[in-house]
């Protein structure tokens, strides 16, 4: 069983930047896919992005994250960041990172082991 925990949230002007991470513990990751969800209140949990941890392919939801948002692993450190640049007040919502044996996908029911959510607030 996959264990994430999630940190890095916080409140950033329109802009500015965050770094998320979640970081991995249980079996070994090399079959995994990691993504990361964000949900708006009132709305639904909707896929951001995600890395397969073999190879590192990576996988970006539409043009509104491309580009601004960028999503990486530490090997040493079993852990998958997200940077997030360029921030704009629509990306405010409470993040969540996931694991899933297997490709990629973005269908969050896809995911298997959750970590809890971190808040993103960008003010204009």
């Known amino acids: 069983q996959v264990q994430l925990v999630v940190s890095g949230g916080g409140l950033v002007q329109a802009g500015g930047s965050l770094r998320l991470s979640c970081a991995a513990s249980g079996p070994p990751l090399s079959t995994y896919t990691i993504g990361w969800f964000r949900q708006a209140p009132g709305k639904e949990r909707k896929f951001t992005a995600a890395?397969?941890?073999?190879?590192?392919?990576?996988?970006y939801s539409d043009s509104s994250v491309k580009g601004r948002f960028t999503i990486s692993r530490d090997n040493a450190k079993n852990t998958v960041y997200l940077q997030m640049n360029s921030l704009k007040p629509e990306d405010t919502a409470v993040y969540y990172c996931?694991?899933?044996?297997?490709?990629?996908?973005?269908?969050?029911?896809?995911?298997?082991?959750w970590g809890q959510g971190t808040q993103v607030t960008v003010s204009s």
């Open positions: 890395i397969r941890w073999s190879g590192g392919i990576t996988y």
């Open positions: 996931a694991a899933r044996g297997g490709n990629i996908q973005t269908n969050p029911y896809e995911y298997d082991y």
